[in-house]
């Protein structure tokens, strides 16, 4: 794989496919249906799935393909895979709250290696460069020519005061006893993938999920961790979180700074 090539594609494949995500999201009125599951998918989800897969197919044709939108591409067992989730929030999407990321990964031997993750109401982009380290990108996200990066690095934490992400659709008792575990100085809540940008940035010092999500939720998010230097997790035993299980089920898991001193489950 060329990192360059492929830092590029995902880069500008998010922007495009966030471009299309406003457009619908600033009309009166969208449809929103149930799948299957009964979580909600919109014509924003399939048409940002559209543009994303279409440009990595193009890019990348010899590269498994896995996203949320294709039922089909679910049955793909490799340990090395493009993986989408074209619109990670749409609860956040469909309540017009903002929250709502559009991520793309690449996963190689079960570890997301590089990510994009773009929040396009938040006007906030983050991903992985070519060497592995993250940054976050600032101005007119051109498509082509990036703009102005920052280097991101996790925090060096307060073990006494730590600042502590939760989900804000899917908060819990559960979470809230785990969390009940930490000397907290402070607790905010946000909506998809950018949890793990959260800490990525410092910006919070640990995110525990003990609830349902899928390795298309997590892995652009968790590659833009790692290359800030975070680390993420299982819930039940703190070994690594890996990517191509059957099915595509997470178990808990918890994204934190490497200094933030750890509870058992």
Known sequence: ????????????????????????????????????DNSPVTEADEAADEIISAGLRE???????????QAASHDVQASTFLIVDPLDGTKEFVQRRGDF?????????????????????KGRLFYTTATGTSVEETGSFDKETPGETTPIKVSEPD???????????????????????????????AGSSLKFCLVATGEADI?????????WDTAAGHAVLNGAGGRVVRFDDHSPLIYGKSGYANPFFIAYSPDVALKPA
């Open 207 to 215: 995110y525990p999920r003990l609830g349902r999500t899928m390795e």
């Open 59 to 69: 890019a990348f044709p010899d590269v498994a393909l896995v996203t949320e939108e």
């Open 1 to 36: 794989m060329d990192h360059d090539t492929l830092t590029r594609v995902m880069r500008r494949l998010a922007l495009e496919a966030g471009d299309r995500i406003m457009e619908i999201y600033g009309a009166d009125d969208f449809e929103v249906k149930s799948k299957s």
């Open 159 to 189: 073990n006494n005061a730590l600042l502590v992400v939760a989900s804000k659709s899917h908060r819990d008792q559960a979470t809230d006893d785990y969390i009940g575990k930490y000397s907290v100085q402070d607790m905010k809540s």
């Open 101 to 121: 990321t559009v991520n793309i990964a690449y996963v190689v031997d079960g570890l997301p290696v590089r990510g994009v993750v773009y929040a396009p109401a």
